[in-house]
């Protein structure tokens, strides 16, 4: 079975704290992807990577940044958190082959609330 | 880039009829079309996909038909059950291929017994 974790699944910052969100994948998947999910608005991409040290913008990439250091992990920060950074966030990976299937697997997800 | 528009946002159906979401999408470059299942407090899931050499796809009491021209494709499930319950998002690729998807806004289906 694939594995994604994420590092809490709830967390509470202040205003301008700086904010790291971990995701970790077991099973050897080039890309990742970060989302944020809000009522009304489904899943909006935020960044995605497809091999270490490589990442692209996706939709709403305004106050986040991300590192891919190892294969297997996939960070998400907010350098400095703001309330309408308030919101689900889903990491997902998949293979990158076309010859593999398409599907993304998520992770639980983690509940951020700026204070 | 692409643009997923889903309706309706929500639905409510009895228990073993029929339910019936639909998606458009912008890019006709688009050529992979997944639906995604969320029940409450999960991760979404991959329920169904369709690539666009196939205009339908069925997998028990779900299926998924696709319009290529005028770029609209459809999640049905037949014969509904409590355990249909949950939140359904469409989803296009758009650049690169199927690497990065955009998703509809999603819809809440609720099984009433």
Redesign the interface.
């Known amino acids: 079975d694939v594995k994604?974790t994420q590092s809490s699944r709830y967390l509470v910052k202040r205003t301008g704290e700086k904010v790291f969100l971990e995701c970790v994948q077991d099973m050897d998947h080039e890309?990742m992807?970060w989302?944020r999910q809000d009522p009304?608005?489904?899943?909006?991409?935020i960044y995605?990577s497809?091999d270490v040290k490589m990442k692209e913008k996706?939709?709403i990439p305004e106050g986040y940044s991300v590192s891919r250091e190892k294969k297997e992990r996939f960070s998400l920060i907010l350098e400095s958190a703001s309330t309408n950074q308030t919101s689900m966030y889903?990491c997902a990976s998949r293979y990158?082959g076309?010859a593999y299937s398409?599907?993304?697997y998520?992770?639980?997800?983690t509940r951020l609330t700026v204070t | 880039?692409e643009n997923?528009e889903?309706h309706p946002?929500t639905l409510s159906v009895q228990e073993g009829d029929s339910a019936v979401i639909k998606c458009t999408y912008s890019d006709s470059a688009s050529n992979?079309f997944?639906w995604y299942k969320q029940e409450l407090g999960?991760?979404?899931?991959?329920i169904i996909?369709i690539r666009s050499n196939v205009g339908e796809k069925k997998d028990q009491r779900i299926a998924v038909t696709l319009n290529k021209t005028a770029k609209h494709f459809s999640l049905h499930i037949t014969e509904t059950q409590p355990e249909d319950s949950a939140v359904y998002?469409c989803?296009a690729?758009g650049e690169q291929?199927?690497?990065?998807?955009?998703?509809?806004?999603?819809t809440r289906l609720t099984i009433n017994p």
């Open positions: 994604v890309n992807f989302y009304g608005l489904g899943l909006r991409l995605f497809y996706g939709d889903l990158r076309q398409y599907e993304q998520f992770g639980p997800g | 880039g997923v889903q946002s992979y997944p999960k991760r979404p899931q991959l996909d998002f989803a690729s291929g199927a690497q990065k998807l955009v998703f509809g806004q999603g």
